[in-house]
């Protein structure tokens, strides 16, 4: 199995608040992303990371931010909290543009 | 724009026979695809891919159809076994300047009766 770590793995805060998703890797690769996962939607990108300090933009980015100032690490961050982005969280680090490798899921609620 | 879709949110088989998932993408610029295989409370594994130069690539009970023109892919397992009772997730990618992002569609829930 591909060396990923999320944390918290489950969470519960109140709306308003700001949250932060760690997502840790020991795989050094190079890409690393953000996906969240909600029923009749699959899973679909928040953001990702093409390097250090290098990220961008994906299809469900409004109301988070992320950072990456170590190749190991990726952040998430929910800045005010919202019921909207009650979900599951996951990680996902690739090395090779074709294949991703997801971390266990971290289970947001936002009450 | 759902650009990846499963339109069977649900597929039911017995075990021994065959299942067939389905996945259908209206983006020309993908051009590799993956299926993904996704238990309760564990993030989604890797299962199969294939490449748009190819129409058919198999792994053992798995095999995965792609049909370009038609911008279909299916993926069969055969024989199924209870333990491939997930949900199925279809993905697909644009190589080049993607940065490796996958767009997913809704996934579909196999599940398999001994």
């Not at chain 1, 690490?73 to 019921?83: H, K, M, N, P, Q």
């Not at chain 2, 339109?7 to 021994?16: A, K, R, T």
């Not at chain 2, 993408?25 to 989604?44: H, I, Q, R, V």
């Amino acid at each position: 199995d591909a060396g990923i770590t999320q944390s918290p793995r489950h969470k519960v805060t109140e709306t308003g608040t700001p949250v932060t998703l760690r997502c840790h890797q020991t795989e050094n690769h190079r890409y690393m992303y953000w996906y969240r996962q909600d029923p009749g939607h699959g899973l679909r990108l928040i953001h990702y990371s093409y390097g250090v300090k290098d990220t961008d933009k994906g299809e469900v980015s409004d109301g988070y931010s992320v950072s990456r100032s170590k190749t190991e690490d990726f952040l998430l961050t929910l800045e005010s909290a919202t019921s909207s982005q009650t979900s599951v969280y996951f990680c996902a680090i690739s090395e090779s543009q074709v294949m991703a490798f997801f971390g266990q899921g971290t289970r947001l609620t936002v009450v | 724009d759902q650009q990846v879709k499963q339109n069977s949110p649900s597929l039911s088989v017995q075990e021994g026979r065959i299942s067939i998932l389905n996945c259908d993408y209206t983006n020309s610029m993908f051009d590799y695809f993956l299926w993904y295989k996704k238990y309760p409370a564990e993030g989604p594994t890797f299962l199969i891919s294939i490449s748009s130069i190819k129409d058919k690539n198999e792994d053992g009970r798995f095999t995965v159809f792609l049909n370009k023109s038609a911008k279909h892919l299916s993926l069969h397992i055969v024989p199924s076994q209870p333990g491939d009772s997930a949900v199925y997730f279809c993905a697909a990618s644009a190589s080049g300047t993607s940065y490796g992002k996958l767009t997913f569609g809704q996934g579909t829930i196999l599940t398999v009766h001994p």
